[in-house]
Nanobody, 115 residues
Framework: QVQLVESGGGLVQPGGSLRLSCVAS????????MRWYRQAPGKERELVAT????????VYADSVKGRFTISRDNAKATVHLEMNSLKLEDTAVYYC????????WGQGTQVTVSS
């Protein structure tokens, strides 16, 4: 059974930082491209960041470029999203996604940016 379990969300003030983690099990993690999506209330799900299976390529949404960093540790089957200089508009549920032959989703972790 494939599982993606996110953690690290929470409440943070504008300008603050959070580090999200996603631990995968039940799949050949090193074969999967990993992505972070987010969905704010009343909005469509948005692709935030992508990292290829080897970690050799990273792609970011324009809205987070220069503030967020995606990384992975294939030995630990974990992908991270380091979020700095957080803004009010970063408030959303953040989802981990694994894509190769099949696609899998985590349950999401809430990030709230508020003063």
């Amino acid at each position: 059974q494939v599982q993606l379990v996110e953690s690290g969300g929470g409440l943070v003030q504008p300008g603050g930082s959070l580090r999200l983690s996603c631990v995968a099990s039940g799949l050949a993690f090193s074969s999967y491209n990993m992505r972070w999506y987010r969905q704010a209330p009343g909005k469509e799900r948005e692709l935030v960041a992508t990292i290829t299976s080897t970690g050799g390529r990273k792609v970011y949404a324009d809205s987070v470029k220069g503030r967020f960093t995606i990384s992975r540790d294939n030995a630990k089957a974990t992908v991270h999203l380091e979020m700095n200089s957080l803004k009010l508009e970063d408030t959303a549920v953040y989802y981990c996604n694994a894509l190769y032959v099949r696609e899998y989703w985590g349950q999401g972790t809430q990030v709230t940016v508020s003063s």
